[in-house]
């Protein structure tokens, strides 16, 4: 069976440690918009729109230049744009505070609750901004780290919300992992240890894997 430790002993170093998210941003509000706009959505996706939105509307002040129509054409080939752009909108309208292009979020807004008080921003929005932005001990529950959770047998049937999740991983996986479980448990699932047809034979953690799909 995989514990955390052997998990995260094994694969960390076969990653490369030093990118917190592939997400493209050039500050930290682009960060956000771009995690918004990750939901229910591949990074590949959004980075394809991002460079040239950012390049723009990097600050909260350039994306109401812009505006709800335009930034809704350069993010209709996202899932959900209409919803996303109007969020992103009255979020840039609360974090309008006339920073320039390397615009950082007030101290007021580095804890997850203050963070999902704004526009857009829900728990896992929230884990990963202040996961990758400050080194906060979240873990943003996505598809991959919902996924490999229930495959390593780490939570239950019972726990089929990324909160629920969220709650037994923090108490499974010792706490000097907390920082990195998003990064590595993301890039592990996205490339390796796939929903289908996983590259088990590569996986620096299949001598204890048990999985009931696992491919070799």
């Given at each position: ?105 007030p101290a007021k807004y ?5 963070l999902m008080k704004l ?62 479980v998003n990064h590595v ?32």
């Amino acid at each position: 069976m995989i514990t955390p430790d052997i998990y995260f002993e094994n694969v960390c170093p076969t990653l490369n440690m030093d990118i917190r998210s592939e997400l493209y941003s050039v500050n930290e509000f682009t960060f956000a918009v771009a995690v918004i706009l990750s939901a229910q959505a591949t990074d590949k996706k959004v980075n394809e729109v991002t460079p040239e939105l950012f390049r723009i509307a990097p600050t909260p002040a350039k994306m109401l230049e812009l505006g709800l129509d335009g930034l809704k054409k350069h993010i209709r080939v996202i899932s959900f744009f209409n919803n996303k752009a109007a969020n992103i909108i009255k979020l840039s309208e609360q974090l309008n505070d006339g920073q320039g292009t390397n615009w950082k979020f007030p101290a007021k807004y580095h804890t997850r609750d203050a963070l999902m008080k704004l526009p857009g921003i829900g728990q896992k929005t929230a884990n990963v901004i202040t996961n990758v932005l400050w080194g906060a001990s979240n873990i943003g529950v996505d598809t991959h780290v919902f996924r490999l959770s229930h495959r390593f047998g780490w939570v239950s049937d019972a726990d089929n919300t990324p909160e629920k999740v969220e709650e037994k991983l923090l108490k499974k996986i010792p706490k000097k992992y907390h920082d990195m479980v998003n990064h590595v448990m993301v890039l592990h699932g996205r490339y390796t240890c796939k929903a289908l047809r996983p590259k088990c034979d590569t996986c620096p953690v299949k001598k204890w894997c048990n999985a009931s799909d696992k491919n070799i």
